[in-house]
Nanobody
Framework: QVQLVESGGGLVQAGGSLRLSCAASGRTFISYAMGWFRQAPGKEREFVAAISRSGVRTSYADSVKGRFTISRDNAKNTVYLQMNSLKLEDTAVYYC?????????????????WGQGTQVTVSS
């Protein structure tokens, strides 16, 4: 069992930056690939970024490539999402998730555990 707790969301102006954190419980954090998803009101939850167990491999949605960076610190059981050049359309609840089997998973169904989400609101 893995418990995930996101933090770092908030209100930011367009063009600004935020860093989200996701702290995982347990001693098996390194066994999981990690990902970030987001869900805007009235929309499906969508993939944002993923990182492999070692942190060597990453994957990004086209909409965030070049602006967002996913990273992880296995010693701290934490995964991060650095978000720069934020746009109005980045407004959403952001979720982190853990996947046991996949390497750099992009699909929701590949993930086994989810956090409760943190709100990111980008204003003009």
């Amino acid at each position: 069992q893995v418990q995930l707790v996101e933090s770092g969301g908030g209100l930011v102006q367009a063009g600004g930056s935020l860093r989200l954190s996701c702290a995982a419980s347990g001693r098996t954090f390194i066994s999981y690939a990690m990902g970030w998803f987001r869900q805007a009101p009235g929309k499906e939850r969508e993939f944002v970024a993923a990182i492999s167990r070692s942190g060597v491999r990453t994957s990004y949605a086209d909409s965030v490539k070049g602006r967002f960076t996913i990273s992880r610190d296995n010693a701290k059981n934490t995964v991060y999402l650095q978000m720069n050049s934020l746009k109005l359309e980045d407004t959403a609840v952001y979720y982190c998730a853990a996947a046991k089997l996949a390497v750099v998973p992009r699909g929701k169904d590949e993930y086994d555990y989810w956090g409760q989400g943190t709100q990111v609101t980008v204003s003009s």
